[in-house]
């Protein structure tokens, strides 16, 4: 793996980076660079390219223009093979093991509804990284640990709270021992009682790793506690980017503060 690179030693790198949907620009010549171990949460506005952020790194999305590396290699797209350093875009062969460092927890946690909670963390483990069932099985004990969920292991996710069914798909992100984990407002679609039991185990897994961590969440307690930096977005741009405590309580820009104020 490369470590240093015309980038740098940067976990995340977007280049440039355009992203279009017909005629709508969300993302519009995006720089953005993430260092390893890093936490970044974005916010903004709805609509200002956030999940969109994550989409690409997940490759659920491709760029318009520009290229996103990630540990120093082009990830929207590869080279040519030819001398001169020519950017195609990438093929499913190129991005499969690339994409395997990656790990996202959604915020529908789309967990596989006929499989026990314990088979759903073992899956990706197993039949992407080939683990054998023993080994696998043990991984997802340890995560399940660690998610405060080892006696749910039989259950089968419908029989679950939502913040359990999230603390499930958090382990089951874990269990590919991702090296960029990004969280898409994990706790939206949660009752407001059972927000907290999932970001509790969020800070653990923050305070326990050093995993690069991109986040975007309205949760704004949550984003202090554990970032490093946040990033305010505003119409696919950064609008201003900063330690939280600078960023939340002495904003530079008007409409940052302005957003503050909606979501508090
Ligand atoms: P945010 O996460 O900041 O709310 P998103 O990245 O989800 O913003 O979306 C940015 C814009 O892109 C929105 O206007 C959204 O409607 C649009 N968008 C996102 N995905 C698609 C898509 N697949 N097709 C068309 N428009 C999309």
Redesign the pocket.
Known sequence: MPTETDHGPEKVRFARVTKR?GD?T?LDGLDLAVAPGERVTLI?P???????ILRLLMTLERVTDGVVHVDGEPYSHMPSGRAGGKLVPADERYLAPRRRRVGMVFQQFNLFPHMSVLANVMEAPRHVLGLDGDEAAARARDLLGLVGLAEKEDEHPTRLSGGQQQRVAIARALAMRPELLLLDEVTSALDPELVAEVLDVLRDVAAGTDITMLC?THEMGFARDISHRILM?DEGRVLESDAPERLLDDPEHERTRAFLRTIR
């Open positions: 949907f709508h969300v903004g709805s609509g200002s390219g956030k999940t969109t975007v977005f």
